[in-house]
């Protein structure tokens, strides 16, 4: 047989062997065509959880400053400084806190002072304090603590930038607008910062329900979304989920591992020049004392005291972190609990007080949300 008469003869034969295998391929490999699912056909991993009380090794309690009229963003005389105010976005500060800071920076850059004096060291002050760096002004904070004992440290670290930001009941008409436009502002921004060492990126966000989640408007929830930005929520069939629900949505969403995020960014403000004055402000008088003559304020819930800000006031949230668990990398939510999954641990939460100043974890809230997870990863399938 020569070389042509064999090619002839093997090449149609193992076509045929080819069609054979695909019709013998297993049913669940045809009919699953999503592969975002299936979590033992090996086409996209949703592990299981693992849960325990004895794998918690830290709870703690952040305050979210929450002003029912939305954000503070205006300018305001007292004696011979300028104050130029960024505080109270709830549960929206880590979504906002670029956004925000370029409306502050415009506002410093209109008075033509170069040296600021900026108060609060949280993702908010850093933020601004940065923008302002880029924009030519020295900058010095004035901050009670730094990262990691503020407050910001205590968040969970997802995109949410319309979370307990307002309640539209009180809130002007046109609050939505601007917080729409600093929420593209940032989400700009923070696309920066992907494959940085995992400073930020992106995950699967699961909602797990038995009914649609209906969500409270006011300090409780979110009253708007703004779309365009990340992925919109896609509804999931039971073919396509492990989860013993009837409403299951799952959609792309941006993650802020906290620790990595704080140093990287403080790190960069005092490369470029910034300086940091440990320096507790109580009352006007502090801020009169200060050598430079325009003051931004990110100072959060501290800001109620010095300026008598009566509507500002705390929604408390309590963290457990579990372990971590390196094949679990997304974030899920479910009624009374929720976790997402960071370099630095699990974090399961749930819960939000308004008015509450008491930053005490509780265990029966740890074992409550603990509960409620168990039982969730119990009857996942799989």
Known sequence: MNRRNFFEKVIPASLAV????????????RLYTDKHYYINKGYHQIPKLRLSMDRIVKETVGLRPFRASGPRLDVETLGSKTIVHNYGHGGSGWSLSWGTGNIARNNVLATKEKKIALLGCGAVGIATARLLQESGCEVTIYTKDVPPNITSNLATGTWSPASRVCDMKVAKPELQGIIEEAARFSFRRFQFLLGMDDIACWAEEYSVFNQAPVYIPGAGGEDFEIHGLVPERVRLSKKEHPFKADHVTRRANLMFNIPSYLRHHLNDFLIFGGKIKIQEIKKPEDIDALPEKVIVNCMGLGAKPVFNDQELTPVSGQLSCLIPQSEVNYKLYTQGASFIS????????????????????????????VGILQKLMQEMRG
């Open 342 to 369: 960071r370099k630095d641990g699990i974090y399961i939460g749930g819960n939000g007080i308004v008015g509450n100043w008491d930053t005490t974890p509780s265990k029966e809230q740890t074992e409550k949300t």
């Open 18 to 29: 080819g069609a054979v295998a695909s019709s013998c391929a297993p049913k669940a490999q």
